[in-house]
């Protein structure tokens, strides 16, 4: 299996494309081998100097602790434990059967503000941020701010905060008059 790569607005995390399912329920990011039993995803938790991974659909997006530490380094690591994972006949990392396991979200207010909101972050942004090896969730909608976490590689994006502001702030504005504002955790 040929695995390729893509380079990241943030020079700390690197995408990874098994040409495969990743991800069934969503994107997912683990920051501790604790959160999960899922043996990639603990695995590439064990690579030093990895402290992130983060599951997109059809991606993998692995983040360095910094610039120090080379992707030259531990990218071959990466690849060979992908590699293997998928050549023990497996299909994908996470299943749907975990959804009973994953956080219900905010998601399912019946406010149709916060439901247009979603909507815009489901249809316009996120599938730009899936693109960079990132993700983006909606967590809470107060006095016009709207507040989000971003993932991924967008966590600790240096260029995030311009992302944030001129990206998605501008388009809640647009679409839903009621956002006045948009904060990241």
């Known amino acids: 299996m040929f695995i390729q790569t893509e380079n990241t607005p943030n020079p700390n995390t690197l995408?990874?494309?098994?040409?495969?399912?990743?991800?069934?329920?969503?994107?997912?990011e683990f920051i501790n081998k604790k959160q999960t039993t899922n043996e990639l995803v603990r695995n590439l938790l064990s690579v030093d100097g990895v402290v992130m991974v983060f599951l997109g659909n059809d991606f993998i997006t692995v983040k360095k602790k910094n610039d120090d530490l080379s992707w030259e380094d531990i990218k071959n690591s990466i690849i060979t434990l992908i590699n293997e994972y998928y050549a023990q006949g497996?299909?994908?990392?996470?299943?749907?059967?975990?959804?009973?396991?994953?956080?219900?979200?905010?998601?399912?207010?019946?406010?149709?503000?916060i439901s247009k909101i979603i909507e815009?972050?489901?249809?316009?942004?996120?599938?730009?941020?899936?693109?960079?090896?990132?993700?983006?969730?909606?967590?809470?909608?107060?006095?016009?701010?709207?507040?989000?976490?971003?993932?991924?590689?967008?966590?600790?994006?240096?260029?995030?905060?311009?992302?944030?502001?001129q990206g998605v702030q501008n388009l809640l504005c647009h679409y839903v008059p009621e956002v006045k504002k948009v904060e990241a955790l």
Request: aromatic share 4%; charged share 30%.
């Open 15 to 28: 995408k990874f494309l098994p040409g495969k399912t990743v991800s069934k329920i969503g994107p997912v």
């Open 90 to 113: 497996k299909s994908f990392v996470l299943d749907t059967e975990l959804e009973s396991k994953k956080i219900k979200s905010i998601e399912k207010q019946d406010n149709k503000v």
């Open 120 to 165: 815009i972050l489901d249809n316009k942004i996120r599938p730009a941020v899936a693109r960079d090896g990132g993700d983006i969730k909606f967590k809470s909608f107060e006095k016009g701010i709207v507040t989000v976490e971003l993932q991924g590689s967008c966590s600790g994006c240096p260029s995030s905060v311009m992302t944030l502001k």
